[in-house]
């Protein structure tokens, strides 16, 4: 039960050291950014060891205010140990949406987040990934388009 809670406490620190720096706009600068729309499917990236992996986001097209699934199908030789997902607007502030990538067991990473409404009729969305990994960690950019349902 101590180790339990041990672990819990590391993975807090970890996460609030990771959202410090995005908070800082310290990785915006080093993250790859990559041509690819999340509406029409999954997306490749480039992991440090050379290894591609594939994020699916769903469902599509993205919908604002609506559970999203994320997903990262990675090769287990990628050792993908963990990573963060952050959702900000490009033309208009937004917060800062962080949510956290848990490891599963097939080598990639999976996890939950929700994109805010907004009150215009189209919004620009920055998508900005952590990814943590033995060969550390790695920053991936892709920006899309969300509409407003009913419109």
């Not at 994020?55 to 199908?73: D, M």
């Not at 990628?78 to 208009?92: I, P, R």
Request: hydrophobic share 45%; glycine share 10%.
């Amino acid at each position: 039960m101590k180790q339990t809670w041990l672990w819990a406490i590391a993975a807090l620190l970890a996460a609030l050291a990771a959202w410090h720096a995005l908070q800082q706009g310290e990785v915006g600068a080093t993250a790859t950014l990559y041509a690819c729309d999340l509406n029409q499917g999954p997306c490749a990236l480039r992991l440090p060891g050379g290894q591609v992996a594939r994020l699916v986001v769903e469902p599509r097209p993205l919908p604002v205010v609506t559970p999203l699934t994320l997903r990262l199908q990675a090769p287990a030789v990628a050792g993908l140990s963990g990573g963060l997902a952050q959702f900000t607007g490009v033309d208009m502030e937004m917060g800062r949406n962080l949510f956290v990538l848990e490891a599963e067991g097939s080598g990639g990473l999976t996890g939950n987040a929700m994109l805010p409404i907004c009150t215009d009729e189209r919004m620009a969305w920055r998508l900005l990934l952590k990814l943590d990994s033995p060969a550390g960690s790695s920053y991936h950019q892709l920006e899309f388009r969300s509409v407003r349902p009913g419109r």
